[in-house]
């Protein structure tokens, strides 16, 4: 269990949302953040959701079908949550 799972508990948003901040220099897809996260398709559509309307992550369609998802660093709420996820894994362990 990481430090975020220690306060917050384990849920399929902050686990796509800590996946976005780990892979934060290189957008991604929907089947990729399953894969590496081991949650369903449907459950990272899901919960992304929510983050791309607090604007916290970006959505951008390549192709008719195809999106890919970052953080969206250009706002201030994003960088707050980047700078407590990295000091909360500096002080719990």
């Known amino acids: 269990m990481d430090s975020m799972e220690k306060i917050f508990g384990k849920t399929?948003?902050?686990?796509?949302?800590?996946?976005?901040?780990?892979n934060q220099d290189e957008p991604t897809y929907l089947s990729g953040i399953a894969e590496e996260t081991g949650l369903s398709h449907s459950?990272?559509?899901?919960?992304?959701?929510?983050?791309?309307?607090?604007?916290?992550?970006?959505?951008?369609?390549?192709?008719?079908?195809?999106r890919t998802f970052q953080l969206n660093t250009e706002i201030e709420a994003t960088?707050?949550?980047?700078?407590?996820?990295?000091?909360?894994?500096q002080i719990i362990d």
């Open 12 to 22: 399929a948003q902050m686990t796509v949302l800590k996946n976005l901040i780990e």
């Open 43 to 66: 459950s990272v559509s899901r919960v992304i959701t929510p983050l791309i309307l607090s604007g916290v992550v970006r959505e951008k369609p390549l192709g008719k079908q195809i």
């Open 79 to 89: 960088n707050v949550i980047i700078d407590f996820y990295n000091k909360i894994n």
